[in-house]
């Protein structure tokens, strides 16, 4: 039974790990990121490494998408000056 578990949480990490990189929007490559972590976490508790999955589900599954996350969405906000929200620079007010 345990050899079992061990065989299907590689192979959905395996797949996961995959979509993980074919994946080309990089918000749904963060969401996709975070399922992989979950995967992770499955497989280090079924391999017995509690320890090791915890850190994951952390890490894996909640910080590294969010960084992402924000990081695109200043990068879309820095590319986009035009939209709501803009700060003024220096040369947009009058003197």
Do not use: N, W, Y
């Not at 590689?10 to 979950?38: E, I, W, Y």
């Not at 995967?39 to 998408?65: H, K, M, N, R």
């Amino acid at each position: 039974m345990t050899d079992t578990l061990i065989v299907i949480a590689l192979l959905l990490t395996a797949v996961t790990a995959t979509a993980a990189a074919l994946t080309r929007d990089p918000v749904r490559q963060a969401a996709v990121l975070a399922l992989l972590g979950l995967c992770l976490a499955a497989l280090f508790t079924v391999l017995q490494a509690p320890d090791v999955a915890l850190s994951q589900l952390g890490v894996g599954s909640a910080i590294t998408p969010l960084l992402i996350l924000l990081t695109v969405r200043r990068v879309r906000r820095e590319e986009h000056p035009g939209e709501r929200g803009k700060r003024p620079d220096r040369t947009d007010r009058p003197e």
